[in-house]
T-cell receptor
């Protein structure tokens, strides 16, 4: 089946630094990718929709200058958390749309960000 | 306002018995529904889906039932196994307007050996 790879799976950084998380669709082209954030004991919160070759669409309340999303190719989207703070510590998950009538999403393994 | 609701945050079931996870939605425009399973510190994995033109879809031990008039769907797992212990997310989307998938809050299933 389709595979989405997310890297790194865990990252620890100092407050004020920037962290980049990559999301790759390994065996299919994804014109649309999504970035989610999961808070403890809560659902997946959609942060933004990333479309290849165009600007990402951010959900209400998500700071686009803080969470930079780039979808440079049909197989790669990146999320950069700029000037990270401890409150940005979370589990970030990407997903890619495989296309077709089913509209099935395939998820990456997630990235655990810890900001010290 | 939650468009997709899973009113039971947790559920415990004995191994071998049936697990029933429920999901309600409010947006009548949703026409495609999915269930995802998630283990701690991992991304969700797709389980089963159903289109609004059907009322039942079965895949092995997993069956999803859709009641459009009630805007309700349920996932049945039978027989339940300890490895099924995970958080289950119900999700809904519009196939003609795939700008986002709306997830429910999840139900944590524990299957007791």
């Amino acid at each position: 089946g389709a595979v989405v790879s997310q890297h790194p799976s865990r990252v620890i950084c100092k407050s004020g630094t920037s962290v980049k998380i990559e999301c790759r669709s390994l065996d299919f082209q994804a014109t649309t990718m999504f970035w989610y954030r999961q808070f403890p004991k809560q659902s997946l919160m959609l942060m933004a929709t990333s479309n290849e070759g165009s600007k990402a669409t951010y959900e209400q309340g998500v700071e686009k200058d803080k969470f930079l999303i780039n979808h440079a190719s049909l197989t790669l989207s990146t999320l950069t958390v700029t000037s990270a703070h401890p409150e940005d510590s979370s589990f970030y998950i990407c997903s890619a749309l495989s296309g077709g009538a089913t509209g099935e999403l395939f998820f990456g393994e997630g990235s655990r960000l810890t900001v010290l | 306002d939650q468009q997709v609701k899973q009113n039971s945050p947790s559920l415990s079931v004995q191994e071998g018995r049936i697990s029933i996870l429920n999901c309600d939605y409010t947006n009548s425009m949703f026409d495609y529904f999915l269930w995802y399973k998630k283990y701690p510190a991992e991304g969700p994995t797709f389980l089963i889906s159903i289109s609004s033109i059907k009322d039942k879809n079965e895949d092995g031990r997993f069956t999803v039932f859709l009641n459009k008039s009630a805007k309700h769907l349920s996932l049945h797992i039978v027989p339940s196994q300890p490895g099924d212990s995970a958080v289950y997310f119900c999700a809904a989307s519009q196939q003609t307007s795939y700008d986002k998938v709306i997830f429910g809050p999840g139900t944590s299933l524990s299957v007791i050996p």
